[in-house]
């Protein structure tokens, strides 16, 4: 009995520590609770901070899991996700709520997996982009009949509909010629956008996101951009608009990751409506201007994709441990998806990084760059490419690349200094030669964090 009385303490101690998932609609101070209950929980992994406030002031808080929370490690890829952003469309934020539940606790449980996605990945949730419109529905309830109650923000826009219009200069460039990554901002972006889009703009642009995902609600369907059409042709049963991206087979990818682990999107029939292989093209279901999908594909180097996830904007409380079991491995097997394609360092010939380098691949009229940390990655299907980093003041550099079915295939470049000072016309795939593998890196290898106090961010 003295032999049983120490374990029986110790499974006290951990049921005190480590609080079951609870499946409950979450308030707007009651997912604050939680988002810090995680961090207190998992503190060496996580941190909390906010990005911003809502109209009435209610902040944006992300939670980051990371081995080092609050720092960027050089090649390790920085992965979002968003939910909440119609505030009336409240399965994506719950199931954020217990992904960052799942991720800490798997963690603690030293799930293997787990434990190397949060040491390979930087990983930003933000549970609620619209917590002013979540309050308004969550007060009406799953009970009544308005079907759009609280989906705009406190000032009655649409945060879906809310960002720059950057389609129509893209469109206009791919036709006549021009940039096709990184599209400028108009100059007077700010003063168009609610306290909320402003808020996930900066966010975007502080971070070097390299995938992310938006959920939704109201249809069950992996949904890829783009979302506007070239003609914006509204949905009629009469015409739609099937309008890829350069990179369409690759998100069609990344949706079907997302279907076929859900438990039941892959099905196609789902909510009254059919979509085979329970994915879409955005503009193809129908045509919508300034969403934020579209704006992180043409605006920064991340590849986002909307994931509609139930029938019911607001569903009932009980139907949300089904909602979770149905939506755990996609969410995980999404976040794995990170880790294909390309990434490498660009340095120069002082093993210096390059900020801002442009990575082309050829065929694939859409670039990425280098973030300051000199970095990139550039997420690609298994094949063989070829591959240019550019940058002004250096030769570009041009290099072969079989990229595998698995883990990235490292890519690094340092370039010359042009002896002009100007960097010349980008040279014709294959036209250079690439130093993969030849550049030393100076980053140190990955040592298990050190336990320190973390106070709240």
Known sequence: MSDLLPAFL???????????????????????????????????????????????????????????PGIHEPLEPEVKYVGNMHGNEVLGRELLLQLSEFLCEEFQNRNPRIVQLIQETRIHILPSMNP?????AAAQGPNTSGYLVGRNNANGV??????????????YNEKYGG?????????????????????????????NFVLSANLHG???????????????????????????????????????????????MYQGWNCGDYFPDGITNGASWYSLSKGMQDFNYLHTNCFEITLELSCQKFPRQEELQREWLGNREALIQFLEQVHHGIKGMVLDENYNNITGAVISVSGINHDVTS?????????????????????PGFDPETVSVIVGPAAPTLVNFQLKRSISGVSPAR??????????????????KKKDPAPRHRGPA
């Open 10 to 68: 110790h499974l006290l101690l951990l049921f005190k520590w480590v609080s079951p998932v609870t499946f409950r609609h979450h308030r707007y101070d009651d997912l604050v609770r939680t988002l810090y209950k995680v961090h207190n929980q998992c503190p060496y992994i996580t941190q909390v901070y906010s990005i911003g406030r809502s109209v009435k002031g209610r902040h944006l808080y992300v939670l980051e899991f990371s081995d080092y």
């Open 218 to 264: 109201g249809a069950v369907v992996a949904n890829y951009p783009y979302d506007k059409s070239l003609e914006h042709r509204f949905q009629s049963s009469h015409s739609t608009t099937d309008t890829p991206t350069p990179d369409d087979k690759l998100f069609q990818k990344l949706a079907k990751v997302y279907s076929y682990a859900h438990g039941w």
């Open 179 to 207: 940039p096709n990554h990184h599209l400028p901002l108009p100059d007077n972006w700010k003063s168009q956008v609610e306290p909320e889009t402003k808020a996930v703009i900066h966010w975007i642009r502080s971070f």
């Open 132 to 136: 002013d419109g979540y309050e308004v």
């Open 371 to 391: 973030g300051k940390h000199g970095d990139y990655f550039r997420l690609l299907l298994p094949g063989t490419y070829v591959v240019t980093a550019a940058a």
């Open 427 to 444: 040279k014709a795939p294959g036209g250079g030669q690439g130093s993969r593998g030849k550049v030393p890196l100076r980053i140190p």
């Open 158 to 171: 649409d945060l879906n509909r809310n960002f720059p219009d950057l389609n129509t200069y893209f469109y």
